[in-house]
């Protein structure tokens, strides 16, 4: 079992050179060995995604869970699921800190890890703490917090909680977005101009009298409405 672990894991580290057809075909055929391995086990393999098969068992490998519990976790795909990854483009990745695959939509590098995304909110945060001229003891007081709690978000030591960048976001008077554009730009649009664009859009919105802005949002009313009355 513990050379079959070393295998699945080096095909891991090789499927980001492989095409995907070929590297599933390879997974196909070691599921094949795994099931004629797992007989008479209760463990049950149906493997709709091979290359989630082979996360899952490299993640359970990594942790020593795959060892211990002398079997498999494997999640039944339905067809619904299949088809809303495929449609949505998500690709199945391994987050360190589960002992299963997860699924995440690719960024325009690839898929960034949770410390990297962690690093970008954390480089955001610092930015915009220096650009009103607070030091970090002065925010950490305005938190509630102390100077060395704080720091560890800069330093992006520990994560931000949902409530706590609200939080920060009163305390700076920046929108969530301030903080989490740079680590997922790819969310505001298919390609970093794209992205770029409508992040500046927003900000330029954001920053106009309500007089104004209601102006603007009749003008996209009726843009929306003639789109949608020639569609």
């Not at 899952?56 to 002398?70: D, E, M, T």
């Not at 939080?167 to 992205?195: M, N």
Request: glycine share 6%; aromatic share 6%.
């Amino acid at each position: 079992m513990g050379v079959l672990a070393d295998v699945l894991a080096k095909l891991h580290d090789c499927y980001q050179v492989c095409h995907r057809e070929c590297c599933q075909t390879i997974v196909r055929a070691l599921m094949l060995i795994v099931k004629a391995i797992l007989v008479g086990r209760d463990t049950i393999i149906t493997c709709r995604r091979p290359l989630h098969f082979l996360l899952i068992l490299h993640s359970q490998r990594s942790h020593g869970s795959y060892i211990k519990s002398g079997g498999l976790r494997w999640e039944r795909m339905t067809e619904k699921t299949d088809a809303y990854i495929e449609s949505e483009g998500l690709e199945a990745t391994v987050d360190p800190k589960l002992d299963r695959a997860v699924y995440r939509r690719p960024g325009f590098d690839g898929v960034a890890t949770p410390q990297q995304m962690d690093e970008a909110i954390a480089r955001a945060l610092r930015a915009h703490r220096k650009g009103k001229g607070l030091s970090r003891a002065e925010v950490a007081l305005l938190l509630g917090s102390l100077e060395q709690v704080y720091g560890r978000y800069e330093r992006a030591v520990t994560k931000l909680h949902a409530t706590q960048v609200i939080h920060l976001c009163e305390v700076l008077r920046i929108l969530p977005d301030d903080l989490l554009y740079e680590a997922a730009p790819h969310l505001w649009g298919e390609t970093p101009e794209e992205a770029h664009e409508r992040r500046r859009v927003l900000k330029l919105i954001q920053e106009l009298p309500f007089d104004t802005l209601r102006s603007i949002s009749a003008i996209l009313d009726n843009i929306f409405a003639l789109q949608k009355s020639q569609a």
